[in-house]
């Protein structure tokens, strides 16, 4: 392969990506408005007509996609408890890629049955019981989700010695059902990858399909898969490396987009302190969070309400009021461009806030508890403190005059002592947005795709 192609069609752009493989570098990038209610090839031609205005006409050896085109793929997972199967499978959910709907627990009631027919997933991820553990339950939902009139795969991943009862009970009723391995085989155990595999597979057979890609997948040289799998994908081989090319050791991702702020970090997340124990699941070393109601448009509002209006007044400079005033203009009219001093002034407050809203939610948290043998630390998620690595990417914050300002929100804030945010960070810039290209060339060349996200990634220096 000598020229590749590496093409993300998104909820709003489709972006196209030229990668030299010979020369391990990049040749340039584009992107368009995604055609979704048309035709998605009307999009991508038009974003490869201004990718050849910069490169010039390229023949391509491969091409490669991913996508989050129409709601990208909606996920509802059912488990038992909910700090345990239905935490497990709202995890696996979110590293396959998915935009997480609902998370049910216990049993399903006819009210939840309407709610799903309701949400219309286009999977739904059926978990509950450690293996050998509780069998009733996961059964019953299974029931209640056969008597849904509602068309969508079924992927059942709990209690084993309950898996062919629900098989059964869902074929039966003319669902399409995959069973594979229990999230959760023994208590505080935690098994995604099986259930993330099988999401996949039902991605690139039925998703593409339906979401009217099919078309543009026989273009396609490569398997397609979710947009934000494929930037973890990018994030994992980064932070680890390949056998030839170092990684960068662990880190976390940001990307604020207008709709929803997805944070990633690559981390065991293991106590640092001393006297610190963890509470609740092991969290898995590529984790990913999404903040639905936080984005720098659709959900402008979600930040305000997270934060505080005083805070994007006090931020931004603008008059509680006046902020107010142009919250609300870009929340109707999503398309509104910064191109005044005062709606810079906002997305500036906006992008600092998500910022820190985002990784402040996706870190962990530490608790002092009394014991008989004294002061002990409850620690509940990860510990990001000794992280040094920090990327900051969206389209929002690639335009950004004031990156490193933006970029402080993601560490660790005196006023909040309980969070374990990374307390000294390098921050990075995926300015010319290629995380998603990397991830999918990860796929085939991930040699090449760690040396090209090296060379991409802007520093801005050591931020404390």
Same mark, same amino acid.
């Given at each position: 392969?000598?020229?590749?192609?590496?093409?993300?069609?998104?909820?709003?752009?489709?972006?196209?990506?030229?990668?030299?493989?010979?020369?391990?570098?990049?040749?340039?990038?584009?992107?368009?408005?995604?055609?979704?209610?048309?035709?998605?090839?009307?999009?991508? /031609?038009?974003? @490869? =007509?201004? *990718? #050849?205005?910069?490169?010039?006409? %390229?023949?391509?050896?491969? +091409?490669? $996609?991913?996508? !989050?085109?129409?709601?990208?793929?909606?996920?509802?997972?059912?488990?038992?408890?909910?700090?345990?199967?239905?935490?497990?499978?709202?995890?696996?959910?979110?590293?396959?890629?998915?935009?997480?709907?609902?998370?049910?627990?216990?049993?399903?009631?006819?009210?939840?049955?309407?709610?799903?027919?309701?949400?219309?997933?286009?999977?739904?991820?059926?978990?509950?019981?450690?293996?050998?553990?509780?069998?009733?339950?996961?059964?019953?939902? /299974?029931?209640? @989700? =056969?008597? *849904? #009139?509602?068309?969508?795969?079924? %992927?059942?991943?709990?209690? +084993?010695? $309950?898996?062919? !009862?629900?098989?059964?009970?869902?074929?039966?009723?003319?669902?399409?059902?995959?069973?594979?391995?229990?999230?959760?085989?023994?208590?505080?155990?935690?098994?995604?990858?099986?259930?993330?595999?099988?999401?996949?597979?039902?991605?690139?057979?039925?998703?593409?399909?339906?979401?009217?890609?099919?078309?543009?997948?026989?273009?396609?040289?490569?398997?397609?898969?979710?947009?934000?799998?494929?930037?973890?994908?990018?994030?994992?081989?980064? /932070?680890?490396?390949?056998?030839?090319?170092?990684?960068?050791?662990?880190?976390?991702?940001?990307?604020?987009?207008? $709709?929803?702020?997805?944070?990633?970090?690559?981390?065991?997340?293991?106590?640092?302190?001393?006297?610190?124990?963890?509470?609740?699941?092991?969290?898995?070393?590529?984790?990913?969070?999404?903040?639905?109601?936080?984005?720098?448009?659709?959900?402008?509002?979600?930040?305000?309400?997270?934060?505080?209006?005083?805070?994007?007044?006090?931020?931004?400079?603008?008059?509680?009021?006046?902020?107010?005033?142009?919250?609300?203009?870009?929340?109707?009219?999503?398309?509104?461009?910064?191109?005044?001093?005062?709606?810079?002034?906002?997305?500036?407050?906006?992008?600092?806030?998500?910022?820190?809203?985002?990784?402040?939610?996706?870190?962990?948290?530490?608790?002092?508890?009394?014991?008989?043998?004294?002061?002990?630390?409850?620690?509940?998620?990860?510990?990001?403190?000794?992280?040094?690595?920090?990327?900051?990417?969206?389209?929002?914050?690639?335009?950004?005059?004031?990156?490193?300002?933006?970029?402080?929100?993601?560490?660790?804030?005196?006023?909040?002592?309980?969070?374990?945010?990374?307390?000294?960070?390098?921050?990075?810039?995926?300015?010319?947005?290629?995380?998603?290209?990397?991830?999918?060339?990860?796929?085939?060349?991930?040699?090449?795709?760690?040396?090209?996200?090296?060379?991409?990634?802007?520093?801005?220096?050591?931020?404390?």
């Amino acid at each position: 392969m000598k020229r590749v192609l590496l093409i993300d069609f998104g909820s709003t752009y489709t972006k196209v990506t030229a990668v030299d493989m010979e020369e391990e570098r990049l040749l340039g990038t584009a992107a368009s408005y995604t055609t979704v209610e048309t035709d998605v090839n009307e999009g991508l /031609a038009k974003a @490869l =007509a201004l *990718l #050849s205005e910069k490169i010039g006409e %390229v023949d391509f050896d491969a +091409r490669y $996609a991913c996508s !989050s085109a129409a709601g990208g793929l909606k996920m509802i997972s059912c488990g038992l408890v909910p700090e345990l199967t239905a935490e497990a499978a709202k995890t696996a959910s979110l590293g396959a890629g998915a935009k997480v709907m609902k998370v049910y627990s216990y049993q399903l009631t006819e009210e939840d049955a309407a709610e799903i027919e309701t949400l219309q997933p286009d999977i739904f991820l059926l978990t509950g019981g450690t293996d050998g553990g509780n069998k009733d339950t996961i059964i019953e939902n /299974a029931q209640m @989700l =056969a008597g *849904l #009139s509602a068309e969508f795969p079924i %992927v059942i991943a709990g209690n +084993r010695n $309950a898996a062919g !009862s629900c098989r059964r009970i869902l074929e039966d009723a003319g669902k399409q059902v995959i069973v594979c391995e229990n999230v959760m085989p023994k208590f505080g155990e935690l098994n995604i990858e099986p259930a993330q595999n099988s999401i996949r597979e039902i991605f690139l057979e039925r998703i593409i399909k339906a979401k009217g890609l099919s078309e543009a997948s026989q273009l396609i040289s490569g398997i397609m898969m979710p947009t934000p799998a494929a930037v973890l994908s990018a994030m994992e081989l980064l /932070a680890k490396g390949t056998e030839t090319e170092p990684g960068l050791g662990d880190l976390i991702a940001v990307d604020v987009g207008g $709709a929803t702020t997805d944070v990633y970090s690559m981390s065991l997340g293991e106590p640092s302190g001393v006297n610190t124990v963890l509470k609740g699941l092991p969290e898995p070393y590529a984790k990913r969070t999404v903040e639905g109601d936080i984005g720098m448009r659709y959900s402008a509002a979600g930040i305000a309400e997270a934060a505080g209006m005083t805070a994007v007044s006090r931020i931004s400079g603008l008059p509680e009021g006046r902020a107010e005033e142009l919250l609300s203009l870009i929340t109707e009219k999503t398309d509104t461009l910064p191109e005044t001093e005062e709606l810079e002034a906002l997305d500036f407050a906006l992008a600092s806030l998500a910022v820190k809203v985002g990784i402040t939610r996706h870190a962990g948290r530490v608790e002092k508890v009394y014991t008989p043998v004294g002061e002990t630390w409850l620690q509940e998620g990860k510990d990001l403190t000794q992280v040094k690595k920090a990327i900051i990417t969206g389209g929002s914050l690639i335009h950004a005059k004031q990156i490193e300002k933006i970029a402080r929100g993601v560490l660790y804030d005196f006023a909040d002592p309980s969070s374990l945010k990374p307390k000294q960070a390098e921050i990075l810039l995926d300015k010319a947005y290629i995380l998603s290209a990397m991830g999918l060339l990860s796929q085939h060349a991930p040699d090449t795709a760690l040396k090209i996200m090296k060379k991409e990634l802007l520093s801005y220096g050591i931020e404390e």
